[in-house]
């Protein structure tokens, strides 16, 4: 895919490098940028932020352009890495979209921050107090057109599947103790790219099995997604960034976050096992009971690396739930309304394509309800998921004594809940503070 510069649209286009390793997301992110200076003549700045010295209180911000780098510091926003960075980022994207000559802005992300939050960012917080700018997001003047995610070939899989916090990683985003999981962050990154970097280790030290499965995984959750390995014999260079940009498809995310009723398989990702790797969906048009549920998801906690979907529970029957795990990680939070509890007025707002999904298979006395959760298992049992999935469900017994009697269940799930659990649960608007997207916002 070609980066168009700016002076062919109204918005001048993003690149969002992300990973884990700040070496790797700098390397590539020069790379790209000097790549597409090359192709469009035009200039290209390079923005980062280095949230290494958060505990002192520090956030560095270095803005290069060509030959030309200027860092500086910006000031804390109340204890939050997430936070500092958007209150900085939003209104120097809007500047730069002004500044005479420029094609695009390669974003060089902190490992601690999330692509696809960074996105949501651009497309939704208003900026205001800009002289000579009307209050509007960044997404006014730019959008993200494009995500790049860095991977380490050996180290991964294991960041992808553990349930280790980014503060006990040494990666938080907060002062205060970052509660996101380094899983999350790491599937999150991949999921939202539109191209990967596997940064590949010498020959003589690589793990064919570990190299094969991660490549696997990394293909079910990010399909369609260009890939291209660096080893050091072969580096990243502006040369071989210009022919990844090229071979990005036009059916990878592109800066496009996924509604509650999207599609669950984004893409066309393989659906056959390879290396113990499979992805499968649990379908159910009946509503989970609450208290089986919150057992049955600690399957999900162990050999999977990503399940994400619709929840029906009986004990909420206006809204689906939204259900995200990651490594030894869940969430359970609001995801949206179904259509079956909406009046008219909600209905013709409705997208097109979800009311026409729905309609597909509507039922008469419960509507668009069901349940739908893709899972991303590597060494997990997929029927032995489904068997516990089913169980979970109502019966035929409880299925008879309807919904009045159904809301007297105990509901541990509330309106949002993490595995494991954890007794002082964020709210959603403080969740945003370290995710910069709140939950069901999507």
């Not at 692509?115 to 651009?122: I, L």
């Not at 999350?184 to 094969?212: H, P």
């Not at 969430?331 to 394509?353: C, F, I, S």
């Not at 509507?362 to 309800?369: L, T």
Request: one cysteine or more; charged letters at 25%.
């Amino acid at each position: 895919m070609e980066i168009k510069p700016n002076n062919s649209g109204p918005r001048t286009p993003v690149v969002l490098v992300t990973g884990l390793d700040r070496g790797a997301i700098a390397r590539v992110s020069d790379a790209v940028a000097a790549a597409t200076q090359t192709a469009t003549g035009a200039a290209v700045p390079v923005v980062g932020y280095d949230l290494s010295q958060l505990g002192s209180g520090m956030v560095t911000r270095t803005v290069r352009t060509g030959e030309h780098t200027v860092v500086g510091t910006v000031e804390l926003e109340h204890a939050c890495g997430s936070c500092t960075v958007r209150a900085d980022l939003l209104p120097l994207l809007r500047q730069l979209h002004r500044r005479d000559g420029v094609a695009a802005v390669v974003v060089a992300l902190d490992p601690a921050l999330e692509p696809e939050a960074v996105t949501w960012a651009v497309e939704n917080v208003v900026v205001t107090g800009m002289p000579g700018f009307v209050d509007a997001p960044a997404a006014h003047e730019v959008r993200v057109s494009m995500t790049i995610a860095c991977v380490a070939e050996m180290d991964w899989l294991e960041a992808a599947t553990g349930d280790i916090t980014m503060a006990e990683a040494g990666l938080a985003a907060a002062v205060s103790e970052d509660e996101r999981t380094l899983a999350q962050v790491a599937v999150g990154q991949v999921e939202f790219a539109d191209a990967l970097i596997i940064a590949g280790c010498d020959a003589a030290a690589r793990d064919a099995w570990l190299t094969a499965r991660t490549a696997a995984v990394l293909k079910r959750l990010a399909p369609g997604a260009a890939m291209v390995m660096e080893i050091p014999q072969r580096p990243f260079t502006p040369q071989v960034a210009a022919v990844l940009l090229a071979a990005i498809p036009d059916d990878t995310p592109h800066g496009r976050i996924a509604g509650p009723f999207d599609s669950l398989l984004r893409g066309s990702p393989p659906l056959h096992e390879d290396c113990g790797v499979m992805l499968f969906e649990f379908w159910a048009q009946r509503p989970f009971h609450p208290g089986r549920l919150h057992e049955a998801v600690d399957e999900l906690l162990d050999g999977v690396v990503r399940a994400r979907g619709r929840l029906w529970l009986a004990t909420q029957p206006n809204r689906a739930l939204w259900l995200e795990s990651a490594g030894g990680g869940l969430r359970v939070d609001a995801g949206a309304p179904w259509l079956a509890a909406m009046d008219d007025d909600e209905l013709d707002t409705a997208e097109p394509a979800h009311r026409a999904m729905a309609a597909l298979r509507w039922d008469d006395e419960y509507g668009d309800r069901h349940s739908s959760i893709v899972i991303l298992a590597y060494r997990a049992d997929p029927d032995r998921i489904r068997t516990a999935l089913r169980r979970a469900c109502l019966t035929d017994d409880e299925m008879a004594q309807g919904q009045v009697l159904w809301m007297a269940y105990d509901d541990p799930f509330g309106l949002e809940h993490a595995d494991p659990c954890r007794e002082d649960l964020r709210t959603p608007d403080q969740a945003s503070d370290n995710s910069m997207k709140p939950k069901g916002q999507q």
